[in-house]
């Protein structure tokens, strides 16, 4: 799956934390966008899409949530709760989000601006583009024969 | 003074807020670098510098934070504590930053990578910068005669 959780350089000292992210340092695109969740409502879940073409880094900079993420293959689930650790998500994940904490603030990175045709918001509408249909490849060998 | 605040417009609905920053719509810079404030621990002072080149945009995305500015002519105390509201900050403006809030986390976006030559950490040698002296130009004026 095109996802990968990174550890980001945290420079602490005496005073407190400062993290920093920085195209061909740490962020591995462009950032050509910046968005932030807050003040998410208990038993809220969001997402609930794939994008054709976008890359985000998603970092919770304070509190909790927890990333549901299927590429096709079957869904896999992430906490994340670590302001210093980030979650690269690359183009064609299927993603949910939810468990968000009271605080929870999710700070994303994008390497585009915003664009409502990148977002595909229909899970069997995302199946069909990623394997061509509603089935796995490897099911619709089987039927074949 | 090369300051100003900004309402930043909230996509909020029933579950929750979502803020977005994009150069061209609501940042009026190119964003090269990311950086974020947390766990500042209590009675921290941070900043205590001005650049000469770097604009930036400060949001407090959690917490309060206050901000004391100084272009050279006298300091201007700003209160930050609204996820909504940012904070723009320009080229040669000296700013102290302390009462974090024990959740604050401060995101900043920046127009230029880091770059140590851009900083100037002492104060009379802004003022040198800002004013081609110690003193205020008014001051000075009136010693010429």
Not at 75 to 96: F, I
Request: proline share 6%; charged share 25%; net charge negative.
């Amino acid at each position: 799956m095109d996802i990968e959780r990174i550890q980001l350089q945290s420079h602490g000292d005496h005073r407190g934390m400062l993290i920093a992210l920085e195209p061909e340092r740490n962020v591995p695109f462009p950032i050509r966008r910046v968005y932030y969740l807050f003040a998410t409502r208990s038993g809220v879940h969001r997402g609930r899409h794939a994008h054709r073409h976008l890359n985000q880094l998603a970092i919770p900079v304070r509190g909790s949530v927890t990333f549901l993420l299927d590429d096709g293959t079957g869904p896999v689930e992430v906490v994340l709760n670590d302001p210093s650790q980030g979650l690269l998500l690359g183009r064609m994940v299927w993603r949910e989000l939810y468990d968000f904490s009271e605080d929870c603030v999710l700070m994303v990175l994008a390497d585009q601006p915003y664009d409502p045709d990148d977002y595909i918001t229909d899970y069997d509408a995302f199946l069909r583009e990623v394997h061509g249909s509603l089935y796995p490849a490897g099911m619709l060998a089987c039927l074949d024969r």
